[in-house]
């Protein structure tokens, strides 16, 4: 089993940044895929950014150039920084952690971008 614990989120202008914590515990494999996902109300749960164990990355097109994510493998954390953030980012971000055809979901955190 892997725990995930997201933090970060909260209320920001459009314009303004966040920078959203994974910290997964538990029975981590050296090889994994660490990403996050959002759902805004009343739309399906899309992904905004994935990160390999080897670093490679992949974004959705909308927050290209605005968000980048990151990890620290020591640390089992994967990170997300948002900048430049838009009303449209207005979304419950989740993360999640993919090992060995297992897929794990942390519990969300809100993030709020105000006009």
């Known amino acids: 089993q892997v725990q995930l614990v997201e933090s970060g989120g909260g209320l920001v202008q459009a314009g303004g940044s966040l920078r959203l914590s994974c910290a997964a515990s538990?029975?981590?494999?050296?090889?994994?895929?660490m990403a996050w996902y959002r759902q805004a109300p009343g739309k399906q749960r899309e992904m905004v950014a994935t990160?390999?164990?080897?670093?490679?990355?992949d974004y959705l097109d909308s927050v290209k150039d605005r968000f980048t994510i990151s990890r620290d493998n020591a640390k089992s954390t994967a990170y997300l920084q948002m900048n430049n953030l838009k009303p449209d980012d207005t979304a419950v971000y989740y993360c999640?952690?993919?090992?060995?055809?297992?897929?794990?979901w942390g519990q969300g955190t809100q993030v709020t971008v105000s006009s």
């Open positions: 999640q952690h993919r090992q060995r055809l297992r897929v794990y």
């Open positions: 538990g029975n981590i494999f050296s090889t994994n895929v």
């Open positions: 990160i390999t164990s080897g670093g490679s990355t």
